[in-house]
């Protein structure tokens, strides 16, 4: 599995992940701990279209404008948050509440193990809890 | 440095090129052919329930469980057996001691405290952090110092008046093996009243422990940690404690009479145990000491302790590694944690996984200590009497491959 997990492209990936930092601007944000390893990972979500007139929560319709990411993990979790962050960029609040747990393992197209799921999985948690 | 591994089946089903390198005995300890075949023997041969069959059978199982009982007593250099509780491990056994004991005596009125470390496993810490909280009553943690050792100084002042001290005797991350008898030698003359609790589950399987010499309260362990099946734990208490306190679950087997007004309950340690015990865990943990003790415990100290220097001065040449914990020796058990700059614990964990050697990753049941590390995991290797320096080497090696993967 080695070979799969640590491949060159992925280790570059994890040393140079997308979309990682605090945005300037964002509407939502959340953060959660890895209660297995104790990795956590926040992240930023602004929309395009402009929060009019007190709106707490976001329609179903608008798009992703900014997403960033940040913190601690090993090679699996930071990976899965920059490919997820990548991916929900441009997306509808609808599609991305669609996103299933196995479109995320597709996504990553890393072959995890069971205890590594909750790494591969830490970001999507994350990201949903911004949708919520 | 004799080589034990013959005698545990699970290292002689592997093929010589990816032969299993297990060093995550702090988590659980592989189990020798003695053991299996004593529960084997269990299940095969006399299998029947404890404490009421008037049949052979029942009478053997009986026999070897209340056998095991007071060579436990023995082992941990007990008063008497009846200080000795089956329970599943120490997680439950420091559970009872917080319904039972914790209950009948912290009140929020006498505005009593609650004393834990910072280097507790979440056993140890959950527990009272949550006694304290459900009895609205201060929750006191002692801090360690830089170099991973518990603030004893600091201590005295937190427990003046402190109606209990929960606290390890060996740090399942830091490896420290704290000086338990010294401690609770002082403490009881800074304050009389403490009722001292000690998490033994890192320190029985590796050293030899007398609960008299220490003069704690209560003492916990784990059979799995020290070559005995999954499932069997101890709790001993000092029989004047144990008296007083109420049971822990209601059923049978811990009453002495019950009416439809009424029910009396049993003498410790019955008392606490209700149910059909882990009969088959619990021979198996006869079975366990047997071997234990068959090699003697001073000689499985020493063996560790070989190996940890062995691994320690291997690790101390690696670049970008950090050494967690006492840097002498001779105030560690078999537990090394570490960091490898620019690679997190869990990728160590795995690169070597798939090497065939077993190592720990993340925060150990152990996320208070290791916030104050400030670190959000580590990676653990955990030695046992089964382990060769070879396995050490075959880590080492492994660790080189982790920094070239990564190119650190």
Redesign the interface.
Known sequence: ??DI??REEI?EHYKTPLNFGKPDKFAISSRQTNP?????IEMFVEFEEKSAGGATIPPQGWKIKTIGFEG?????SIVAGSMLTDYAKGKTKKELTKFSQEDMLDLLGIEVSET?KK?ALLAFSVLKECLV | MKNYKNDFPIFNQNSKDKQLVYLDSAATSQKPRAVLDAMDEYYKNYNSNVRRGLYPIAEIATQKVEEVRNQVARFINARDASEIIFVRNSTEAINLVMNTWGDMSIDMAMDDVIVATIMEHHSNFVPWQFLAQYKETAFVVIDITGEGYIDVDGMYKKIKNAKILAITHVSNVLGTINPIKEIIKKIRIVNPNITILIDGAQAVPHMKVDVQDLDCDFYVFSGHKMIAATGIGVLYGKKKLLEEMPPFLFGGEMIREVTVEQTTFANAPFKFEAGTPDIAGIISLGAAIDYLEDIGMEIVKNHEKELLEHAFSQMEKINGLTLYGPKDIKDRSGVISFNIKGVHAHDIAQVLGDMNICIRAGHHCAMPLHKHLGIVASARISVYIYNTKEDIDLFISGLKKVKEIFKV
Do not use: H, P
């Not at chain 1, 297995?36 to 956590?40: A, V």
């Not at chain 1, 601690?72 to 699996?76: E, P, Q, R």
């Open positions: 599995m080695e997990v640590y280790l297995f390893c104790g990795d956590e601690v993990g090993c090679v699996i590594r790494c």
